[in-house]
């Protein structure tokens, strides 16, 4: 282990093989257990670590201070590192100016030779024109995006450059009325293209509420995939606009049962995930003892002239993700028996359309529309409803 000590602050820490010896992860934590601020950079490179919960959080504050303007923030080539959790808590501190290392919002201005190496980038990202091919090199071996996510006012087709890209980090508190991923006005964009970030995506976020994402005035083609929109329902992001449909192409789920929609008697009994609109009428009652697995409809949800006076059959659905403009991801019309509409379960509901939830013409003891949040677990119910009031759903 190499290190400069100014007083009790490390200047400068560089974890190498050759420098690590025989000093195991827990050696390290015991090595920096008193050090809550780093005056100077890190670089973690080729190294054995799993983890970087060898930085020690101040419980204070919950935050590490990392004033990284003089040495930089460089993390690569470690093939055991799985868990970056850590970092999450690091507040940067850069200059006078309040510059960050690897910042993304600074790439027009500084060498691209020095984001070859970047794994992380601070500041957020902010594409307001078609980038030079030379910039979005300098950008494939980015992993995580700490800040705003802005793409807007581009010819680009896609998102691929960000080959290994995977999460996104955002500080949201106070955050309330702009979308943390703003992606715009890109007419020639058919789709995110960003493999990692379809197979592993992740979101960190402080704020519950405001998970706000924008994906409007795209190509007429831009479609997202089902393992996309499985990202997004799992990290409860709420969309603004989502100008997009549904891929065609069927991706492969090794262990979940994928099902296609076309009507009840036809649709499985072992489904997990349902493609198309769910739709259930008079005389299929008998029939939905199939839903007992779903957890996922890649759809709307419609339930009209039935006889159920609850909707306990879909106790297990966790989400909804309706791409079509005209329906409400939810329809409970004309059920006159229906005195209870509850779907405990829920965590996510992702709607282009405005309104969630069409709720009409069912036992007169049933709530309208206008209180459809009380379908929903106290914890969706308040998210929902802060949302509604918010956006006018």
């Known amino acids: 282990m190499h290190f400069q000590s100014v007083g009790n602050q490390f200047s400068n820490c560089e974890i190498l093989p050759e420098m690590l010896g025989n000093l195991s992860e ?33 419980n204070e504050y919950g935050e590490f201070n990392f004033f990284c303007e003089t040495y930089g923030f ?83 087709k896609d998102l691929s450059f960000f080959g290994i890209f995977y999460r996104f980090e955002i500080k949201n ?41 924008n994906l409007e005035n795209l ?16 990290y409860n992001v709420f969309f603004v606009n989502i100008h997009a449909k549904y891929c065609k192409e069927i991706e492969y789920f090794e262990i979940l049962k994928v099902c296609t929609f076309n009507n009840m008697s036809s649709l499985d009994g072992d489904c997990d995930y349902v493609l198309g609109d769910l739709n259930i009428g008079s005389e299929d009652e008998k029939y939905v003892i199939k839903l007992g697995r779903v957890t996922h409809i890649f759809g709307s949800l419609k339930i009209k002239n039935t006889t159920f006076k609850d909707l306990s059959f879909l106790s297990g659905l966790k989400y909804i993700a309706s791409l079509d403009e005209s329906l409400p991801a939810i329809q409970l019309i004309s059920n006159k028996e ?28 049933l709530f309208n529309s206008s209180q459809f949040y009380k379908m929903f677990n106290p914890t969706f119910e308040a998210r929902s409803k802060y949302l509604s009031a918010k956006y006018h759903l």
């Not at 809550?36 to 490179?45: K, R, S, V």
């Open 26 to 58: 827990i050696q390290l934590t015991k090595l920096f257990e008193q050090m809550h601020t780093l005056f100077g950079g890190i670089n973690i490179i080729d190294s054995e670590q799993k983890t970087l919960s060898i930085f020690n959080i101040d």
């Open 74 to 156: 460089f993390i690569r080539d470690n093939i055991r590192l799985a868990n970056l959790d850590a970092l999450f808590y690091f507040y940067m501190w850069g200059d006078d100016d309040y510059n960050e290392c690897c910042r993304g919002d600074d790439l027009f201005t500084s060498s691209l030779d020095s984001y070859k190496t970047c794994e992380f980038l601070f500041g957020g990202l902010h594409f307001s024109s078609t980038p030079d091919s030379s910039i979005l090199s300098a950008l494939s071996r980015i992993r995580t995006v700490k800040g705003r996510f802005i793409i807007e006012n581009t010819d680009l």
């Open 173 to 213: 508190v106070g955050l309330k009325d702009e979308a943390f991923i703003n992606i715009r006005n890109n007419t020639k964009m058919t789709g995110l293209g960003m493999n990692s970030f379809r197979s592993n995506g992740e979101f960190q976020y402080d704020w519950e509420n405001n998970r706000l994402v």
């Open 219 to 234: 190509h007429p083609d831009f479609c997202l995939t089902i393992h996309e929109i499985e990202v997004f329902l799992k």
């Open 338 to 365: 229906l005195r209870k509409a509850s779907l405990p379960s829920v965590e996510n509901i992702i709607t282009r359309r405005k309104q969630f939830v069409l709720i009409e013409d069912n036992h007169p003891k």
